[in-house]
């Protein structure tokens, strides 16, 4: 009898520590798993074909398993995982900016007659709350480029998200700025809505707000674009739940804009108080190197709106400390969870 429960004991004794072993396996490969890092290029694929900069002047060619939290990392709301792009009202960006980004720049360069195509899937979590209602870049993210690598290096197009304090609803706008004919001081920007404004709408003083646009487009609301560059014709898509789906093309390589006459009212009416009115080259981008960007390029900055009331902002900066601009909405936050990037091809198709 005695031998018999010394046996019984035993086997409950064995299976004990296999119960315990199995625990303490299956707890270590849950400790594992919870460890693991996802970076963005294991939620958008394509980020080999990329660089980036980031809004503390951070640099990088390499962006596979490349993260920096507070930047350039990825956020799950609960069902998705999502690409995020965070940058400041103040810190370190490009040569040729006033303004902050946490923005992939593309490797492959690429002309108007050429072709390229881009498209994002994203939501826009927040834009700075303090700006001036009178400059029109105040509130503002360019959330996709493209961009000129040769001439004036200008912008063909920049996709916009902006939205007033207060309002519950923001605007997606796009801007075709000129490629400029001889001084490229003269340059400008024509602005158009999609949903909600375009740029043009502003407050009538600093802290003055215009109504909230009826068709406009919340923070956290899903929209996608996509830009389609072929042959020298820019095809532009916006798509979003609950809203109309608009469509929009522009020549890239044969200017509209090449005499006095051919300029916008809206241009005469915004940049007046600046005083650029230029003209464009007949053939606009069509020899140029292009390339595209994205992510999160912060229009809101801090510098003095008299100095130009088109894009200098007078937004709060705290002294450049980006914690406290983190802390005090004094930054832009653009969130994707899905983008592509290749040649353009035939709008039919």
């Known amino acids: 009898m005695k031998k018999a429960l010394f046996i019984l004991g035993t086997l409950l004794a064995i299976v004990a520590c296999k119960n315990d072993s199995k625990k303490t396996s299956e707890s270590t490969i849950q400790s ?198 072929y042959k020298g014709i820019m095809y532009l898509t916006f798509i979003s739940d609950n809203h109309e789906t608009k469509t929009f093309t522009k020549n890239l390589i044969s200017s509209e804009y090449t005499n006095d006459s051919d300029i916008p009212e809206q241009i005469r009416r915004l940049y007046a108080v600046i005083d650029r009115d230029g003209t464009e080259q007949p053939n606009a981008y069509a020899e140029e190197l292009q390339y595209f960007k994205q992510g999160a390029y912060n229009q809101t900055n801090g510098k003095d709106p008299e100095t130009n009331m088109i894009w200098s902002t007078g937004a709060e900066i705290y002294n450049g400390d980006i914690e406290k601009q983190y802390a005090n909405g004094s930054y832009t936050e653009v969130w994707f969870k899905e983008a592509t990037v290749g040649v353009g091809v035939s709008p039919d198709k």
Do not use: C
């Open 32 to 229: 594992e798993s919870e460890d693991v890092t996802k970076y963005p290029s294991d939620v958008i694929s394509f980020m080999d074909e990329w660089k980036i900069l980031l809004g503390d002047g951070t640099h990088t060619d390499t962006l596979m398993n490349y993260e920096k939290k507070g930047f350039f990392y990825v956020s799950n709301d609960g069902k998705t995982d999502w690409v995020v792009y965070k940058t400041p009202n103040s810190g370190i960006t490009s040569r040729t900016s006033s303004n902050t980004r946490t923005e992939l720049g593309q490797l492959k360069h690429w002309t108007p007659k050429t072709g390229g195509k881009l498209t994002g899937t994203l939501k826009v979590q927040h834009v700075s709350t303090s700006g001036d209602a009178r400059v029109a870049a105040s509130y503002s993210v360019v959330i996709g480029q493209i961009h000129s690598d040769e001439g004036h290096e200008n912008e063909p197009l920049k996709i916009y998200y902006k939205k007033f304090p207060g309002h519950k609803k923001g605007s997606v706008f796009w801007n075709y700025e000129i490629n400029t004919e001889g001084d490229n001081s003269e340059r400008w920007d024509f602005s158009t809505a999609v949903w909600g404004y375009d740029m043009s709408v502003l407050g009538s003083n600093p802290n003055t707000y215009p109504e909230e646009p009826t068709d406009g487009i919340e923070l956290g609301e899903v929209f996608n674009y996509t830009v389609n560059v």
